[in-house]
Each structure stands twice: as structure tokens, then as C-alpha cells.
């Protein structure tokens, strides 16, 4: 006071208010300020003064809520439950003391900051010790880690300390193995629920906690004139249900559950819903509806501030959201919503009879299980068609589940839930390879379905859960079918529990009574396939080919294709540029990308793997309804193909040298899982070239059981026995098939 001046060099330049308080915010760039507290509102606001500007400022505390004092319409403070002890438990440890403040955000003018002490974070003591709870309007601007905030809050809602004294967790009632589980993935119901099968084998409904799947508001977009279908109507709806189900469909997932939500009756303007269980579901670490919500394939429900039914991560989701936004991705995209133009040609007749031949023609087409009608009735996807089917499993005869009859209601027959049941758990939702071979006149496609390599008519068959129906007989899969079929007929399993011997006696007795059929004809062997098996061209045809190869061709060099602007998709018939420089016909197997197409030659039966700049559209004039695929798929009968990979290349190589590229007879024996199983002798010699091989030593027999081929069955084991006493090739040891035939590639 008695310096030089009067002490007028102390005097502050205080600034009481902030003209642009957003602008001073991110001014600060988040960086710590120092700071000294002036005043204590409640325990989540204060007044401070910050140094060295002496700016007094307003900081409410990112993320949390004290209770506070209410002021009544006289003036009189009224406080909330613990607002006084939280008042005084920041005003006794930051009141008057020098601190630092990260200002964060400045939403409505209100500056939202993080007070720093040396001994430690207010924000993150007042959640621990039961004074606040977590905001989340303002835990997304919190800089310290909102983990941090919520482990705090949990740590009192568990030790019901104050404001948490009546607290009763929403999964309270479970038990642990309830809480927390693991289980396999059914069946995809929409973008936010699923079923899954526990290890108990029951079946359990479990929604995405927190999140909401695409919707339309009102009755915006509906078409009053059609059906309304959500799956393929609802924007995203279809996007967000095929992520769910190419991630996990008939995968092991991780399930936390975070809350029951309790059943609700129907209002004026709201559904009634079931007791709902909601979860927290992660694959491999990546908690899907995180994923989900990421992409833009849903959104996030906000809540009451007080209502702790919902997700344990919930921070994560509205981050997701948040980048799912600013990204515009999905539902949150500027551009024209997808639109699905889905045909549902189930029960239409004329429909079905215009896709028949079409799909006959395709051989095997990709599809999609959508629903599980019984055992062998199922419900399609086609992709590529983009369409709705029915189809029924070809070959075999399932139990009949109940149904309306106009007789009256028809009782399921046994064992019709099993077999549903094991279709549903092989195939529903999966991706599958169907093989349309006719219709029935109800509008139905009747065929062969496909997942994984298994045959699903032939795995209901090895279940004892479907007999095999006479019109399997014309069938490539009938043999199969039908071994498959003995044991459990046998075993009087399932199905076969009231059986007689006596149909099958008369069957076989019908077998044994066949003679075997010679008929051979010119064929021109093509290709021979590291597996044995072969690819022969008709010789009567072999001028129509060249004739239209050479037409093709010379229409080609007239008009040459665009490089690039034929789109490939699996499945697809096209001509491709062999290695020659020539154009030949060929099907699109499998396309990996633009440089990495497969495709297999139609009529020579090679294969290669090529460019998109080297296929072209294929000119219908050349297509297959002119002059069908040429190369036909053949095996050799009576000839076990060796396993061992050095033995089968050896024969294989002896193979190419004889037959490749030579015209031969040839006579189907049998036939097989594929193809058929032929004979074939050298067009000169007319010597069987299956035999010479055996006769060599370079391959076993196998024993065919028919009585009408006992006569070349024994041809075959004659020429085994002398290639063994002659110890040539694989008999070079003596007969090995006693102790070790495993070790050497063979299976008797």
C-alpha cells in the first residue's frame, strides 16, 4: 500500500464476462490452464479465476451431474437428496486452491471443463464416491476417457454408496451362467436380433442392446398397392440383416447381457411387445452392434439420464454414431437409399414356368435359405435372379408336419419336427448351391440342394429322418442315396421303426435280373483332370462344333469385343481368349477379381484361370440352346482312384500320353456321385484302357456287388492278381493292403 505509485501496478484487470465464450474454448486448443476456484455452486459447477488473464469463468464438469439446489418461485433454495455433502466434498478440497482446468466444449454458452488437482481428478472422485452420475450429452466432450467415468460410477452403483442407495442392477435377478454366455448363432430374425442355440441345445431370442434398426416413420415409402415386405421395403433393413448374418450365422459368439426389458401392451399408436433379452454380442473381440452402428446400419436410442437400462457400451455406440455421421455412411448417406426389386414368384405358376428352363440350364445356382418350411420344403433367395422361391428337396420322401386339410387339421406325422429342426440347424440363412431340375404344378422347383459339399437330401437320409422316394432312381445321387439309406433301415432307426424286409427283397431281386448294356460310342477324350477323371467330346457332333467355332469366330475378328466392358459373374457362360489367341465358349466358376477369374471351357472340359480383359459376352448365336456344352464328364469304372498324390500323378501322366487328344470308345457302366463311370478302349485296338492300367499295376480294382457286372468285375480281379504276381508298380512289395493299405493312399 505505501510503495512507489500507491500500489497501482497491483491493481487486476478483471473480465467478467466472455463475448464469444465457443470462440475463448477453442482458443485453448484443450490445453491446461491454470486456475484458482472462486466459487462453489454445487459439486459439478464452479466459478473460477484463470490466471493469468483473470478471466472469471463458469466450468461445469464434463460428464457428470452432482445433485443440485433447486430455487423456488419465493427465492428459497431447495436442495436434492446429497446436493449439500456433494457441495461441500469439491468446495473442501478445490475451494480457494490453485488447480488447472481443460476447457472441452462450449455447448448453449455453458463452458463444460475437467479440473485438475495434484491429488487427483474431482470428476472421477465425486462418481466414486456416490456424489454424481455419468451425463451423456457431455461424456462425449470429456478428454480424460469416459471409461475412466463410467468404471467410477459403477464402483458406486455396486457399493450402493449415497445417491446409489436403492440401486438395483438390471440383471440383478440373473445368474452368472445367465449373465454371461456362450452360444451359436441360428438364425438372424432383423437388424437387431437373433436366435442362438446354447450349449443345453435350448433356443434363446437375444436383441442388440441399445440400438434401433432401420425404420420407416409413419407410412412414408409404403406402397399401399403391394404387400408390404420390411426385409427388402425398409432402407438398409436388407443391408444391415446380411452383415449380421455373413458375420455370424452359425458362428460362437460372446453374450453379456445388459438389461430385461419387461413385456408392454398395445397403446393407441404403439405394438405390444414381449419380455425382450438385451445383449451385448461379440465376435472375435468386435461387439457387432458397434460394428453395426459404425457402417450406418442403425441407430442409437437415447434415454432418460436416470434410466440404466442399456448397453455397457454405451460410450463406444454413440462414438460410432458419431463417425458413422460425419462420414455419411448408410442410413446417415446424402446419396439415393438402395432399393431391393425382389420378386416373390412362391406359388405363381406362370412365373415359375418362365424361370424353369432358365434355371434347369444355370446346373448349380447360388441361393440363399431365407425359411424352413418342414425338412424338405424350403424358402429361397436367388441373388443373381433376385428373386423368391419354393423349392423342395428332390429324391427323398420327409415326414409331413400338421397342416390345414379340407378334411380338417391333418396331425403331423413322426418325426416331421426332427427333420424340420435338422434342416433349420444345417441350412437356414446359409449360403447354398441348389441344382432346379423340374417344378411341380403347385409352382414349386424341385432339385438338389448343396452347403458345404454335402447333399442335403442324402444327410436327411443318413439321419434316419427321410426315406428315399422312387423318383430318385433317374438321379446321379441315387446310389448314394440308397447306401446311405441300408444302415438305417437296417438299424430300424427313426423312420424305419415299423419296416418289413420284403419291398427290398423284391428290389433286388429286380437288380439281379439286369444284364449289362453294351453301347459304345466315338468319343474324343479332351482333358484328363488331376482327380482321373475325364472329358470326352461326342464324335458325331465334332462338325457342328467346328462349324460354329469357325462362324463364331469370323464374327469375332469382324466385330471385336471392348477390353473391360464385360461385367463377370459367377456362373455366367461368356467366350474367353485361350492361351492359343483363339475365343472359345466358357463358364465363369469363380471370380476372385478383375485379374483372377476362373473359367472352365464348355466344349474341351480345361480350365484356366484368366483376366477380365480376355472374356467377352457370349453372342446368342453361339449360346448354349444352339449347340449344347460339348465336353461331357467321365470317370473309370471299375478303378479306384489312388490317394496317394504321386502314384494318382504317375497314372495321370500315363493317361495323358495314351488317350489325350485321341478318339476312343466309350460305354457307361454305372452311375456315380458326379458322373458317370464308363469303360473305354483305344479306338484302334479296342484294348480297355481301364484294364491296361490294372493289368500294369498302376491301380486297385474296385469291387462292383451287381450281378450284371460280375462278369467284368472278375476280368478286372484277374488282371490284379497277375499284375500282383508279377510285383509291378504299387505291387513292387508284394500285397499290401493287409497291413498298411492306409499308408500307401488306399481304402478297401
Not at 442362438?196 to 409404403?222: A, C, D, F, M, Q
Not at 408390404?228 to 440383416?241: G, H, Q, S, T
Not at 477369374?597 to 448354349?624: K, Q, W
Request: overall charge negative; charged content about 30%.
Amino acid at each position: 500500500m505505501w510503495s512507489e505509485g500507491g500500489g497501482a501496478h497491483t491493481i487486476r484487470d478483471m473480465k467478467y464476462t466472455i463475448e464469444n465464450p465457443r470462440h475463448f474454448v477453442d482458443a485453448m486448443h484443450q490445453k491446461p490452464v491454470n486456475a484458482i476456484i472462486e466459487h462453489v455452486r454445487d459439486g459439478s459447477v464452479v466459478r473460477a479465476l484463470l490466471l493469468p488473464d483473470h478471466y472469471l469463468i463458469t466450468v461445469m464438469l464434463s460428464g457428470v451431474k452432482c445433485p443440485s439446489f433447486k430455487r423456488e418461485a419465493d427465492g428459497v433454495e431447495t436442495p436434492e437428496a446429497y446436493a449439500a455433502e456433494a457441495k461441500f466434498f469439491t468446495e473442501s478440497r478445490l475451494l480457494q486452491r490453485d488447480v488447472q482446468i481443460i476447457m472441452e466444449s462450449c455447448p448453449n454458452q455453458i463452458i463444460l471443463g475437467t479440473i485438475l488437482h495434484p491429488n487427483g481428478n474431482i470428476t472421477e472422485l465425486l462418481l466414486k464416491e456416490g456424489f454424481a452420475r455419468c451425463v451423456d450429452w457431455s461424456m462425449a466432450v470429456y478428454t480424460q476417457g469416459a471409461d475412466k467415468l463410467r468404471a467410477a460410477e459403477k464402483s458406486a452403483k455396486e457399493r450402493r454408496v449415497r445417491i446409489w442407495k436403492d440401486y438395483v442392477a438390471p440383471t440383478a435377478n440373473l445368474d452368472l451362467k445367465d449373465r454371461q454366455f456362450v452360444a451359436k448363432v441360428m438364425q438372424v430374425v432383423n437388424a437387431d436380433a437373433m436366435v442362438v442355440k446354447l450349449n443345453s441345445g435350448e433356443y434363446k431370442t437375444v436383441h442388440l442392446s441399445s440400438i434401433r434398426p432401420p425404420r420407416i416413420e409413419g407410412e412414408k415409402n409404403k406402397d399401399k398397392d403391394k404387400r408390404f415386405r420390411p426385409l427388402y421395403d425398409i432402407p438398409y433393413m436388407f443391408e444391415a440383416r446380411e452383415f449380421m448374418r455373413k458375420k455370424l450365422i452359425g458362428k460362437k459368439v460372446n453374450v453379456t447381457v445388459d438389461y430385461i426389458r419387461a413385456a408392454t401392451g398395445a397403446g393407441e399408436t404403439t405394438p405390444a411387445f414381449s419380455e425382450r433379452t438385451c445383449a451385448t454380442v461379440s465376435i472375435g473381440g468386435i461387439n457387432i452392434a458397434e460394428a453395426l452402428v459404425s457402417k450406418g446400419l442403425a441407430t442409437i436410442i437415447r434415454y432418460r439420464q436416470d434410466d440404466d437400462q442399456r448397453s455397457s457400451h454405451y460410450d463406444e455406440l454413440l462414438a460410432a454414431e458419431a463417425r458413422a455421421i460425419k462420414n455419411g455412411k448408410g442410413l446417415h448417406s446424402k446419396k439415393e437409399v438402395p432399393i431391393h426389386r425382389v420378386a416373390d414368384i412362391s406359388g405363381d405358376t406362370q412365373k415359375a414356368k418362365q424361370f424353369l428352363p432358365f434355371l434347369q440350364r444355370a446346373g448349380r445356382s447360388e441361393a440363399v435359405v431365407e425359411y424352413v418350411f418342414s425338412g424338405s420344403r424350403l424358402k429361397l433367395y436367388m441373388p443373381k435372379e433376385t428373386c423368391l422361391i419354393t423349392f423342395l428337396l428332390a429324391g427323398i420322401e420327409c415326414p409331413r408336419g400338421s397342416r390345414n386339410t379340407p378334411g380338417g387339421m391333418q396331425t403331423a406325422e413322426p418325426f416331421s419336427n426332427e427333420a424340420m429342426l435338422f434342416t433349420r440347424e444345417l441350412v437356414l440363412q446359409r449360403e447354398v448351391e441348389v441344382e432346379v431340375e423340374s417344378m411341380d404344378k403347385a409352382g414349386n422347383f424341385i432339385g438338389w440342394l448343396h452347403i458345404e459339399g454335402m447333399n442335403l437330401s442324402v444327410a436327411l437320409v443318413e439321419n434316419a429322418l427321410s426315406k428315399v422316394h422312387f423318383t430318385a432312381e433317374r438321379s446321379s445321387y441315387y446310389k448314394t442315396l440308397v447306401t446311405a439309406e441300408e444302415p438305417c433301415r437296417e438299424r430300424k432307426e427313426k423312420v424305419w421303426a415299423n419296416y418289413e424286409e420284403k419291398p427290398v427283397e423284391e428290389v433286388v431281386q429286380m437288380t439281379e435280373e439286369k444284364e449289362r448294356v453294351t453301347n459304345y460310342i466315338s468319343a474324343y477324350v479332351t482333358e484328363i483332370t488331376d482327380s482321373m477323371h475325364f472329358y470326352a467330346q461326342d464324335v458325331e457332333t465334332g462338325a457342328q462344333l467346328e462349324s460354329l467355332m469357325e462362324t463364331m469366330r469370323a464374327e469375332i475378328a469382324a466385330q471385336p469385343p471392348v477390353e473391360g466392358s464385360y461385367a463377370p459373374r459367377r456362373g455366367d457362360f461368356c467366350i474367353a481368349k485361350f492361351a492359343d489367341g483363339e475365343w472359345y465358349r466358357a463358364r465363369l466358376e469363380k471370380v476372385e477379381s478383375t485379374s483372377k477369374i476362373h473359367v472352365f471351357y464348355i466344349d474341351y472340359g480345361n480350365r484356366e484361370v484368366v483376366s477380365s480383359v480376355r472374356l467377352a459376352a457370349m453372342p446368342p448365336a453361339f449360346s448354349t440352346r444352339i449347340l449344347p456344352a460339348q465336353a461331357t464328364e467321365y470317370t473309370f469304372a471299375f478303378i479306384q482312384v489312388p490317394q496317394d498324390d504321386d502314384i494318382r500323378a504317375e497314372v495321370v501322366d500315363s493317361l495323358v500320353r495314351d488317350i489325350q487328344n485321341t478318339q476312343c470308345l466309350l460305354n457307361v457302366e454305372y452311375a456315380g456321385a458326379s458322373c458317370p463311370h464308363v469303360t473305354l478302349q483305344f479306338g484302334d485296338t479296342k484294348d480297355d484302357v481301364g484294364l491296361g492300367l490294372v493289368k500294369e499295376g498302376m491301380v486297385m480294382v474296385d469291387v462292383r456287388k451287381e450281378k450284371h457286372l460280375a462278369k467284368m468285375v472278375t476280368e478286372y480281379l484277374n488282371g490284379q492278381e497277375s499284375a500282383k504276381s508279377a510285383r509291378l508298380n504299387i505291387w513292387r512289395y508284394g500285397d499290401f493292403r493287409a497291413d498298411d493299405a492306409d499308408e500307401f493312399g488306399y481304402r478297401r
